[in-house]
């Protein structure tokens, strides 16, 4: 349940930290997920600026509007600036203008944005953290914070609002200590409607209003927050925890992979194991780059990080905002829809 209240605080603090030439938005996203609802349809209002809405996404379509109206910054999701350092229809068009990448929604990897930095190198990079929970953003990129030196993190704590970080224990951590991030505001949303269970577990806690994003993260010594995956997502090889978003990062660097999705899969010997669903480029053949996609995360990371299995599949399924549907790839397997599968069978997570 999202309050007027909440919205027009969430606007507030978003106007405070925007420059006052961000007075052209595309509008890509979908009006129903908590970012179009907020950066395009309400946040315009209050900067009397000017919104690009495209009746239906294509690469073309955005792109035309962005020269066109030779709009400066540009709200994306991962999948779409994913897109623009990969797809060559994007060397067609005069960018050279565009001063800013904004990204939300979902985690962009570290390989993405700095071939993002490389083909723009004019440009500067901003993303927020939240959820629909939160009415979008607990914290955001300050305009002093656009460098691409700070693009890995998601920007510092919002106006108005609190953050902490605890352990599984509910203990306060401190910098650089990572934990699960709890955040209050006035932006912080009522509730889930007709679920007060799920309410209780989630707003509220310990009665003073604290908001479980479920999120791991840290804070530096700069005030910058880091995400560094969710929780409930974490693989569990023999209980240690191997963030998905940590080789997902390290997979999307190989030369041959367009996109990944990792998820645990049970293991005999460790409880769990990582394994990759990768899309690969196109022309590109299995079997033997499974073997060598495992040989390049063994050559990079730990043992307990390491690749028990690579299965290739057409597409990751995402949702409109750009997050990884882990679910329907979970539900894919049980039910028998499988792609080329490579595994490894002689190495054990020996810890």
């Known amino acids: 349940m999202i309050s007027h209240q909440n919205l ?50 294509t690469m073309k379509s955005m792109l035309d509007t962005v020269v066109r109206y030779k709009i400066g910054e540009l709200l994306l999701v991962p999948p779409i600036l994913i897109r623009l350092v990969r797809d060559p229809i994007v060397d067609q068009y005069d960018l050279s203008f565009v001063t800013r990448f904004s990204s939300g929604a979902a985690p962009l990897s570290e390989e993405i944005i700095q071939l993002l930095k490389k083909k723009f ?25 656009y460098d691409y030196e700070h693009a890995h993190k998601v920007g510092s704590i919002c106006a108005s609002t609190e953050v902490k970080i605890i352990d599984e224990d509910g203990k306060e951590l401190g910098v650089n200590e990572p934990g699960e991030l709890l955040a209050r505001g006035p932006q912080i949303t009522m ?4 679920n007060e269970k799920a309410t209780r577990e989630t707003f509220n806690i310990d009665g003073e209003g604290w908001l479980r994003t479920g999120d791991q993260a840290m804070v530096g010594e700069d005030g910058m927050v880091t995400i560094t995956d969710r929780i409930k997502e974490m693989i569990k090889v023999k209980g240690i925890g191997v963030a998905p978003a940590e080789l997902e990062d390290l997979l999307l660097g190989h030369e041959k992979v367009e996109d990944v999705a990792v998820l645990g899969i049970e293991d005999e010997w460790a409880g ?24 390049y995360v063994r050559e990079r990371k730990v043992r307990h990080k390491w690749v028990k299995e690579v299965e290739f599949v057409e597409e990751i399924p995402k949702s409109a905002s750009g997050k990884i549907l882990r679910r329907v790839l979970r539900d894919l397997a049980k039910g028998g829809k499988r792609g080329t599968v490579v595994r490894d069978e002689e190495v054990k997570a020996k810890l």
């Open 8 to 57: 027009i605080a969430q606007c507030l603090q978003i106007a405070q930290i925007t420059p006052s030439t961000h007075r052209k938005i595309l509008a890509v996203l979908p009006a129903f997920h908590i970012t179009g609802l907020v950066h395009a349809l309400h946040l315009p209002i209050l900067l009397n600026a000017e919104v690009y809405m495209l009746s239906s996404f």
């Open 191 to 194: 509730g889930y409607l007709g």
């Open 121 to 145: 190198p004019n440009t500067g990079f901003k993303q927020g953290y939240g959820m629909t929970e939160s009415c979008s953003c607990i914290t955001a990129h300050p305009p002093e914070k």
């Open 272 to 295: 769990e194991r990582p394994k990759a669903f990768i899309v690969l480029k196109r022309g590109v053949g299995d079997e033997v780059v499974g073997r060598e996609i495992m040989a």
